[in-house]
């Protein structure tokens, strides 16, 4: 059954366009959004939207972030956003097959490289705690398919996993393994859940409040304020 907040080929476009602006980013495109939704899915530490917000809108530089027309063109993407969220993670919490969003080249391929990146960038809003699975030999099996793709063309050729170009089976046989990866992931974060819920009505706070103009923790190099602190800007 579908779901209702399932995007339409044109809604994902409509998406893209609006990626399309940000310069350097570190989500360029909607497959690279669904990747970096499946990682906070499975994180058992719940992530708020005005953290996430401000990594999908953030540039390689401050010219380079998004930048809306109006408040009602910013007001679409916050929507059209929050929907493929809500899409992301009821496949995985209502325990249905997750599928990534990898889209075709323009050569008819699928490459499955921005999605990986997209995940590990979500991986990386809380590093300390996936850093226990990726360390773990009996758990961490799932995610090695993901950075597989995602280092693939890394500009450091000694982060490559593979010597040689790979073939199209190669390939489809790492998508599908991260997909399923994706599942038994969040099967394994959902054990831990309970220690992240709010008490007493009371969110809890797992790392020391950061100040305006303190370096933000995302690792980025500019102040909190200009980035994960900061909100959607309007011409």
């Known amino acids: 059954m579908t779901n209702a907040s399932e995007l339409t080929d044109a809604e994902l476009t409509e998406i893209d366009g609006f990626l399309a602006r940000v310069d350097g980013g570190k989500i360029p495109n909607i497959e690279a959004l669904d990747g970096f939704f499946a990682a906070l899915a499975c994180c058992p530490d719940f992530i708020m939207p005005s953290e996430y917000m401000s990594v999908i809108q953030q540039g390689g530089t401050e010219d380079g972030d998004l930048i809306f027309e109006s408040s009602e063109e910013a007001q679409r993407f916050m929507t059209l956003v929050g929907r493929h969220w809500n899409h992301v993670n009821h496949q995985l919490s209502e325990g249905e097959v997750y599928l990534p969003l990898v889209r075709e080249n323009e050569r008819g391929e699928y490459g499955g490289n921005d999605w990986a990146n997209g995940f590990l960038t979500g991986v990386h809003l809380r590093h300390d705690i996936w850093s226990v699975l990726i360390n773990d030999e009996e758990h961490g099996g799932p995610i090695v398919p993901i950075m597989a793709l995602a280092y693939e063309n890394d500009p450091d050729p000694t982060f490559r996993p593979f010597k040689e170009p790979i073939d199209g089976k190669k ?46 923790p995302c690792g980025s190099g500019k102040k909190y304020k200009r980035c994960c602190g900061r909100d959607p800007t309007v011409h």
């Open 171 to 216: 390939r489809e046989d790492l998508i599908i393994a991260s997909a399923a990866g994706v599942t038994r992931i969040h099967a394994y974060f959902l054990t831990q859940r309970s220690a992240y819920l709010p008490k007493n009505g009371a969110f809890i706070r797992r790392r020391q409040k950061v100040g305006r103009n303190a370096p933000c």
